[in-house]
C-alpha cells in the first residue's frame, strides 16, 4: 500500500536546515516521490514532524541466545524501532559466546526469523571470549562478521591482541575494544574520586580505560588493523584519540548517550541504573565528550544497549550488574538536551548515529530520497514522552531516564 | 522536649542536623549515667522486637546494639546470616521480604555492600540502623566517638583530631570526621598515601608524619584499625614497616603524653601493628569509654527512631 507522509519536514545528514516536502512510499517500500504538494491516498499527516533517516547503534546486547530472560532478538528489534533505531550489531558476549563461523549462522537465522531490522553479527576475538587462543575468524568472515569484539572483555595480553589485529587485518575486519585495564578496575563500580569516596563504594580510576585506549591505538598502529574504540568516557581518552587520527592512525570510536548527558554527580540513593561500563565519569568529561561529538573526534554514538531485569538490577551497587537498556531512550534524551536546545542539529545525529556506524561496519548510508527504501521515522517535536513500561518494549525497565518526561516522541518507524 | 521532625532510620551522618545530633548525644548521657544503678534496664521499648541483621563478621558492634535493646526491655533476634548462605543464594530483595513478614519494629543492619541499609529501609516500616555499609557510612560509631571525645573536651569546636591509618577502606573515618566536622572539630589524617584517597573531604587535612602530627598539635589521635588479610602487599609493604611509620609506638606515645593527648580507636585493636603494647595501657586511652558510650548512644537512637509498625 502507498502511503503519503504530507507537510513533513525532512532531516538531512548534510544541512543543519529541514526540508519541507511531503514524502510519498511506494508499495515496494521504495520511496516515490519527495516533493511538494504530492497528492495521493493513506495520508499521514506530519506537520509539525520531522522525518529522520533510521538510525544505526553499534553497540548491542541482546542477550539471545543464552539469556532470553533479560532480552530477546525480538524484544531488542521491537525496542529498536520503538527509539528509531533501524539496524544495530550485536555483540557475541552471549551463551554461547559467538567464536565460529557455524554460530554466526544459527544467529543469522534467529535474526531473521525475528527481526524486521538489520541486526549484523559481531564475533569474538578469542575462543569463548577467554582471551587465551583466538576465536575462527575466516569462518566468522565467511557468515559475514561486521567486527571481532570479545564485547566487555578486552584482551588482556598485548602479545595476543597484536596477533588478533594482524590476523584480522586480512580479513578487512575491524578490531573492536572496551578498553578497559581489567587489574586496575577491579572490583570496581563507580568513577573514582569524590562520588566514590562519598558512596563508600570501590573505584574505577579513569586510567582504567586511558591506557587500555594507548595501548590499544599503540598495537593498531604498530599492526595497520583498523580499530573501534567503545564507550569512551574520559576526556583524556579523547585526547589520545585525537593525536591517534592526528598521525593517520585507523581508529574510530563511540560514545553513549547517558555519557554524553550524565555525570557521577547524577548518581543518586544508590541508584543501579547508574552503574554503566565505563563508569559515568567528571562534569568536565562529559562536557569533554560533547566537544569531542562536535569536533569530529567522537566518530558514532552508541548506547551499549545492555538489559537486566529488574530484579538483578536491584541487587545493591557494587553486587548489581553494569549497564541498561538504551535503544529507546537515546534520539529522545539527546533531542531533549541538545537539539531542542540548538546545542546541535538533527544533522549532527544524523551523521553520528545514523551515517557514521553504518560506514564503520561498512553498510550504506540511509538518506530520504527518491529511489532509496524507506528507512526513517516520524518524529513529533511538540510531543512528549513519558519513559515507562507503557513506552518501553525492551524486557528491561531500568534506565536513569526511568520515570522521566522526555520531549518529543517517536510516532512511528517506517521502513520498506 | 525537642520539636524535632520524627525520623525512622539512621543511615548516615551526612542528613543529620546538627539539631538532631544533639539529641542523641544529650539523650545518651541519662542513658550512660543508668549503668552506674544496679538495675541497668528501663521499660521504653517493652514489646517491640529489634532484629540483628550482620552479613559481616562483627562482635563488638552486634553485642553492642543486643546490649542496648535489651536495656530499653526490647526483645532482640539475633537473626544467624552465615556469610556462607549470602553467597548468590538469596537476593536482597527476597531477603527484605523475609524481613518484613517478621515485623520487627528495630532492624540493625551491617552489610558488605555500600547503601544496602538505604535499601532496606525504603522496602520496610521499621526502622532501620545501619551498623556499617561497605565503606560507606557507621554513624552509631560516629555518634559515639563524639560522645566520648565531648565528655574529655567539653568545649569542643576548635579542637583537633588526627585519624591515622586507612581511610580509603573505613567507613568509621567516613562517618567519625564527618561528624566531627559538623561539630566544628578540626580532622587530620595521617597514613600511607596508598590509603588516603584524593577523592576524600576537602575538609581533611594530610598529614606526612607523626612529626607533623605533633606540629599541627591534635587534642585526640584516632586510630584506625588496620585489615591485615586486605592490605598487606598491596597497599603497603608489610607490618613492620607499617608499625614503624604509622604506628603508635612507645616514642609516640610519650609525646602524647607529654602534651595530654586522648587516644581513640574503634577496636577491635592489632597489638603490634597500629598501637604496642605499652599504648594499650595509656592512661589517656578512651577506648574502653568508647565501648560503654556505644551502648548508651546505640540506646538513644533506638529511643529516637520512630518505626511506622505501628497502628497507633
Redesign the interface.
Same mark, same amino acid.
Given at each position: 500500500m502507498e502511503r503519503l507522509f504530507k507537510n513533513a519536514s525532512i532531516a538531512r545528514a548534510d544541512s543543519p536546515e529541514l526540508e519541507k516536502a511531503d514524502v510519498l512510499v511506494g508499495d515496494d517500500g521504495v520511496i516515490k516521490e519527495v516533493g511538494k504538494d504530492i497528492a495521493g491516498d493513506a495520508v499521514s499527516d506530519c506537520a509539525g514532524c520531522v522525518l529522520v533517516p533510521g538510525m544505526f547503534d553499534l553497540h548491542v546486547h541482546a542477550r539471545e541466545p543464552g539469556a532470553e530472560h533479560k532480552e530477546t532478538l525480538a524484544t531488542c528489534a521491537d525496542a529498536a524501532l520503538n527509539g528509531g533505531i533501524t539496524g544495530l550489531v550485536l555483540m557475541p558476549d552471549t551463551s554461547p559466546p559467538i567464536d565460529t563461523g557455524n554460530l554466526v549462522k544459527s544467529l543469522q537465522d534467529l535474526v531473521f526469523e525475528a527481526s524486521p531490522i538489520p541486526m549484523l553479527v559481531a564475533g569474538c576475538l578469542t575462543k569463548r571470549r577467554e582471551g587465551e587462543k583466538l576465536a575462527g575468524f575466516s569462518g566468522m568472515a565467511n557468515r559475514g562478521v561486521v567486527m571481532l569484539t570479545d564485547s566487555d572483555r578486552t584482551v588482556p595480553c598485548p602479545d595476543l591482541l597484536r596477533r588478533c589485529m594482524e590476523y584480522a587485518r586480512d580479513f578487512h575486519l575491524v578490531v573492536t575494544s572496551h578498553c578497559d585495564t581489567p587489574a586496575l578496575t577491579k572490583a570496581g563500580a563507580v568513577n573514582?574520586?569524590?562520588? /566514590? +569516596?562519598?558512596?563508600? =563504594? !570501590?573505584?574505577i580510576p579513569a586510567i582504567s580505560q586511558e591506557i587500555a585506549i594507548d595501548r590499544d591505538i599503540r598495537v593498531a598502529q604498530h599492526t595497520g588493523a583498523k580499530l573501534h574504540l567503545q564507550q569512551i568516557s574520559t576526556a583524556h581518552a579523547l585526547r589520545a584519540i585525537s593525536d591517534a587520527k592526528a598521525t593517520g592512525t585507523n581508529v574510530t570510536c563511540e560514545v553513549s548517550p547517558f555519557h554524553l548527558l550524565l555525570s557521577e554527580d547524577d548518581i543518586e540513593?544508590?541508584n543501579t541504573a547508574y552503574k554503566l561500563d565505563p563508569p559515568l565519569r567528571l562534569p568536565t568529561d562529559r562536557d569533554a565528550l560533547l566537544k569531542g561529538l562536535l569536533d569530529d573526534t567522537v566518530d558514532a554514538i552508541a548506547t551499549n544497549h545492555a538489559p537486566h531485569t529488574e530484579?538483578e538490577k536491584? *541487587?545493591?551497587? *557494587? /553486587?548489581a550488574p553494569f549497564g541498561v537498556a538504551g535503544l529507546e531512550t537515546a534520539v529522545l534524551s539527546l533531542y531533549d538536551r541538545f537539539i531542542k536546545n540548538g546545542v546541535f542539529g538533527w544533522d549532527l545525529l544524523i551523521r553520528k548515529y545514523s551515517v557514521a556506524p553504518r560506514e564503520i561496519v561498512g553498510q550504506r548510508p540511509v538518506a530520504i530520497q527518491e529511489g532509496e527504501k524507506a528507512n526513517f521515522f516520524v518524529f513529533d517535536p511538540e510531543g512528549e514522552t513519558k519513559v515507562d513500561a507503557g513506552y518501553l518494549k525492551t524486557k528491561s525497565h531500568v534506565s536513569p531516564f526511568l520515570g522521566k518526561a522526555l520531549a518529543g516522541a517517536i510516532r512511528e518507524t517506517v521502513l520498506g | 522536649m525537642s520539636d524535632l521532625q520524627p525520623r525512622k532510620d539512621l543511615l548516615d551522618i551526612e542528613s543529620l542536623s546538627l539539631e538532631e545530633i544533639e539529641y542523641v548525644l544529650n539523650n545518651a548521657v541519662p542513658f550512660k549515667q543508668l549503668f552506674q544503678r544496679s538495675v541497668k534496664k528501663v521499660p521504653t521499648l517493652r514489646g517491640k522486637t529489634v532484629l540483628n541483621l550482620f552479613y559481616e563478621p562483627s562482635t563488638r558492634t552486634s553485642s553492642s546494639f543486643e546490649v542496648a535493646a535489651s536495656r530499653l526491655s526490647a526483645d532482640v533476634t539475633n537473626f544467624a546470616v552465615g556469610s556462607s548462605s549470602v553467597v548468590k543464594g538469596e /537476593?536482597? =530483595?527476597d531477603t527484605i521480604e523475609t524481613l518484613q513478614a517478621m515485623r520487627s519494629d528495630y532492624i540493625v543492619i551491617r552489610?558488605? #555492600? *555500600?547503601?544496602?541499609p538505604?535499601?532496606v529501609a525504603k522496602h520496610t516500616n521499621a526502622s532501620v540502623l545501619n551498623a556499617g555499609? #561497605? +565503606?560507606?557510612?557507621h554513624p552509631t560509631q560516629a555518634l559515639l566517638d563524639a560522645m566520648t571525645f565531648r565528655e574529655v573536651c567539653p568545649d569542643y569546636a576548635g579542637k583537633k583530631v588526627v585519624i591515622v591509618g586507612d581511610i580509603?577502606h573505613s567507613?568509621v573515618a567516613?562517618s567519625t570526621s564527618t561528624l566531627f566536622h559538623k561539630l566544628g572539630i578540626e580532622v587530620g589524617v595521617l597514613g600511607p598515601g596508598s590509603l588516603i !584517597?584524593?577523592?576524600?573531604?576537602d575538609f581533611m587535612q594530610r598529614l606526612a608524619s607523626w612529626d607533623d602530627v605533633f606540629d599541627w598539635g591534635p587534642d585526640a589521635v584516632y586510630l584506625l584499625r588496620v585489615q591485615l588479610e586486605r592490605q598487606e602487599g598491596q597497599f603497603f609493604p608489610g607490618i613492620a614497616e607499617y608499625h614503624k611509620m604509622y604506628g603508635l609506638n612507645s616514642g609516640r606515645l610519650s609525646q602524647m603524653r607529654e602534651r595530654g593527648t586522648w587516644l581513640m580507636h574503634p577496636g577491635p585493636v592489632n597489638r603490634g601493628v597500629e598501637v604496642t603494647d605499652e599504648a594499650m595501657g595509656y592512661e589517656k586511652s578512651l577506648i574502653s569509654t568508647q565501648v560503654e558510650n556505644g551502648i548508651a548512644v546505640r540506646m538513644a537512637v533506638l529511643h529516637w527512631l520512630k518505626p511506622e509498625t505501628q497502628q497507633d
Open positions: 573514582e574520586g569524590r562520588v /566514590s +569516596y562519598q558512596l563508600g =563504594l !570501590p573505584g540513593d544508590y530484579f536491584a *541487587a545493591d551497587f *557494587a /553486587s | /537476593s536482597l =530483595l552489610h558488605k #555492600g *555500600a547503601g544496602v538505604g535499601i555499609d #561497605g +565503606y560507606h557510612a580509603l567507613r567516613r !584517597p584524593e577523592g576524600r573531604h
